[in-house]
């Protein structure tokens, strides 16, 4: 794992977005893992000034997102749909056809999940999967449990978890109790992965991954066995590495 510290939010967002361009110059059909939360919001602004300015082309970049509540409409301002567009896709050059997120609302929630994986692997694999991590070091939203998920599946969610995305919601009683989600195995094929996270309340999530024993108790520890992972925090979120181990930005 390589480990970036950065001074503030700000410089961790612009470097993650750094990334991207990165990736996409280099590739301009990259596939992109997506993630939802406050955590990329600020990379997301990044992405969309350098699309601006026309330092960065989407036309034919395609995009497969984590996750999404079960159940919750899509025109919901709460769904992951919803937010993807307001803070990206609706002020970049993606062709709409390129966007994947799971459909919490189908029919067949178990044909859905079987889908998602396969046109994953249709595509040839995610390049690059952005990440960001709950404060019990949930990924996507493989909460912690006794074994890691492979493949998309639906999951209950804890309600620490439930209990932070309420600040989204007018109440935690509207908060979705399931979701749909990319396990762990599926996001572990991608061939990078960045994992962003930012503040003091995910500190110790993030010492965990880093140096706690790999167990699916610590959903984002099986980081530790990707052998192209990058980490990037603000100092708050490093505060209990040991500075040594890390690149200050
Ligand atoms: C979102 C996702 C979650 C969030 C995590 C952190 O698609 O998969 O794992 O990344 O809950 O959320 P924030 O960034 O709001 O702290």
Avoid: W
Avoid at 136 to 158: C, D, M, S, W
């Amino acid at each position: 794992m390589r480990i970036l510290v950065c001074k503030n939010y700000d410089e961790m967002s612009k470097k993650a977005a750094q990334m991207i361009l990165s990736q996409v110059t280099l590739k301009p059909d990259s596939i992109l893992g997506l993630a939802t939360g406050s955590t990329p919001i600020g990379m997301y602004k990044n992405l969309i000034d350098m699309y601006k300015n026309r330092i960065i082309d989407f036309s034919e970049v395609k995009t497969f997102n984590l996750d999404e509540y079960y159940k919750l409409p899509v025109d919901n301002d709460q769904s992951y749909h919803y937010f993807m567009d307001d803070n990206l896709f609706n002020h970049i050059n993606i062709n709409r056809e390129n966007i994947n997120i799971p459909n919490g609302m189908a029919e067949n929630i178990e044909e859905e999940c079987i889908r998602y994986d396969e046109k994953i692997k249709k595509s040839n694999g995610i390049d690059i999967q952005v990440l960001g991590i709950g404060r019990n070091a949930h990924i996507g939203f493989n909460e912690p449990t006794v074994n890691f998920e492979k493949r998309t599946y639906v999951v209950e969610l804890q309600e620490s978890t439930r209990m932070a995305n309420s600040r989204f919601f007018n109440s935690l009683d509207e908060v979705p109790k399931k979701a749909i989600t990319m396990g762990t195995g599926s996001i572990f094929e991608s061939k990078k992965i960045m994992l962003l996270a930012s503040g003091k309340e995910k500190a110790k999530a993030i010492y965990d991954t880093i140096h706690g024993k790999i167990t699916p108790e610590v959903p984002a520890s099986i980081l530790q066995l990707h052998n192209d992972v990058v980490v990037i925090l603000d100092e708050e979120a490093a505060s209990l590495l040991d500075t040594k181990e890390y690149k200050s930005l």
